[in-house]
């Protein structure tokens, strides 16, 4: 079973930057995909991006491209996600993610493994 544990959430203020840590364990082989979702209070859970061990690429969603980076250290067994010039409406709790197969998803059922979570405040 794989096993995410996510660190680096807190309180910025707008304009600011964070960046958020996954640390993966368990046994690697069972997800090739990673990646970040959110949920802000009274909505539904939005993918933001993914990156795939093969092929070796990442995606994004509209509401992360151009401030959001998705990357991953592979000797750490760690997937990062850099946000800069957070809003107010980036406030939320953010999970990371893991699947098998080499598809990214939108949809919260298609991914097996998820970490609790941690909480992103923005504030104005």
């Known amino acids: 079973q794989v096993q995410l544990s996510e660190s680096g959430g807190g309180l910025v203020q707008a304009g600011g930057s964070l960046r958020l840590s996954c640390s993966v364990s368990?046994?690697?082989?069972?997800?090739?995909?990673y990646g970040w979702f959110r949920q802000a209070p009274g909505k539904a859970r939005e993918f933001l991006a993914g990156i795939r061990r093969f092929p070796d690429d990442t995606q994004y969603t509209d509401s992360a491209k151009g401030r959001f980076t998705i990357s991953r250290d592979d000797a750490q067994n760690t997937v990062f996600l850099q946000m800069n010039n957070l809003t107010p409406e980036d406030t939320a709790v953010y999970y990371c993610v893991g699947r098998a197969g080499n598809q990214y998803s939108n949809t919260p059922g298609s991914w097996s493994y998820w970490g609790a979570g941690t909480q992103v405040t923005v504030s104005s």
């Open positions: 368990g046994p690697m082989f069972l997800a090739n995909v």
